[in-house]
């Protein structure tokens, strides 16, 4: 059992203070606490049901939904990569813009997900998607980054430095592979057409989004 876990940037560190990836990471925790309180009712509530939302109701979901997650690990494994990858997209975008993006990715994630099985009952959550599309534009835009990762290999733990594009990379080839056998099997379980459709959105609408970049601190 193992896995690599992203850290942060250990090419550069952003001018400005991350302040729009940390509130986003601020309503996630808070969300999903309220979840947690007030149990299944709130949860299908607020998720986006894709039968539902494609026979016209509780469209509002596609946006609540991408703030809700279904267990601690979900949300500390998203907020992780969040952090990661988040500080230097909000950087290079300026923070509306940066927040437009995010939601944005994280709603044309959702209808990818909606549109690939829009007759499951199945609640659909999870601010992957809108991950993503940050993920996306990384790769984008700084593929040559260092990204300081934990490789973790059932005990063994080590920290070392991935090319972005390499890591990023990867990932999103997983997540194509992932999609295609969910697809085959039509059964649920994690949303890969979600992560896909986000990251193919973060990876084209970057440079729209980017306004001039700022000369960011290297790493020391």
Known sequence: MGGLIPLRDATRR????????????IVNVIVFLLELSRGDAFVTQWSAI??????????????????????WSHIIGNMVFLWAFGPEIEDAMGRGRYLAFYLLGGLVAM??????????????????????AVMGAFIVTYP????????????FVKVTFIPAALLIGFWFLTQLVHAGAVAKVQTGGVAYLAHVGGFIF?????????????????AE
């Open 14 to 25: 952003p001018v400005r203070t991350p302040v729009y990836t940390a509130l986003i990471i």
């Open 202 to 218: 973060g990876a084209v609408t970057a440079r729209w989004f980017e306004q001039s970049r700022p000369a960011l601190q290297e």
């Open 50 to 71: 894709p039968a539902q939302i494609m026979s016209g109701h509780h469209w509002i979901t596609i946006l609540t939904a991408m703030f809700m997650h279904g267990s």
């Open 111 to 132: 209808l990818a997900q909606v549109a690939a099985d829009p007759h499951s009952t199945v609640p659909n959550l999870g601010a992957s998607g809108a991950i993503a």
């Open 144 to 155: 040559r980054d260092r990204i300081k990762s934990l490789l973790i290999i059932f005990i």
